[in-house]
Nanobody, 119 residues
Framework: QVQLQESGPGLSKSSQTLSLTCTVS??????????WSWIRQPPGQGLEWMGA???????YYSPSLKRPASISRDTSKNQFTLQLNSVSPEDTAVYYC???????????WGQGTQVTVSS
């Protein structure tokens, strides 16, 4: 049973770079056909898919993101990371990492981590 756990700073300030890590256990991030996504939910809003990294290391990003994001991975630690530059209070949200069999599918989720960006 794969498990995903998000970690990162709960608080951030505007214009800083936010970095979140998803640690995966019970399955390898290099297993064929699995895609590893970052999804967030701002307060009072729906879920927003931000991007993903594939089992082979290719990255995909939502074209609707308002600021640049970067997803990378460390296969030796079985982790993948989201970096969001120049954050603003609009980036306040619960951030989730998820795994799916194919891009756009999310069969397993982490519990989520709250990030609050102050102005």
């Amino acid at each position: 049973q794969v498990q995903l756990q998000e970690s990162g700073p709960g608080l951030s300030k505007s214009s800083q770079t936010l970095s979140l890590t998803c640690t995966v256990s019970g399955g390898s991030i290099t297993t064929n056909m699995y895609y590893w996504s970052w999804i967030r939910q701002p307060p009072g809003q729906g879920l927003e898919w931000m991007g993903a990294i594939s089992y082979s290391g290719y990255t995909y990003y939502s074209p609707s993101l308002k600021r640049p994001a970067s997803i990378s991975r460390d296969t030796s630690k079985n982790q993948f990371t989201l970096q969001l530059n120049s954050v603003s209070p609009e980036d306040t949200a619960v951030y989730y990492c998820a795994r799916g069999y194919g891009l756009g599918y999310f069969g397993s989720w982490g519990q989520g981590t709250q990030v609050t960006v102050s102005s």
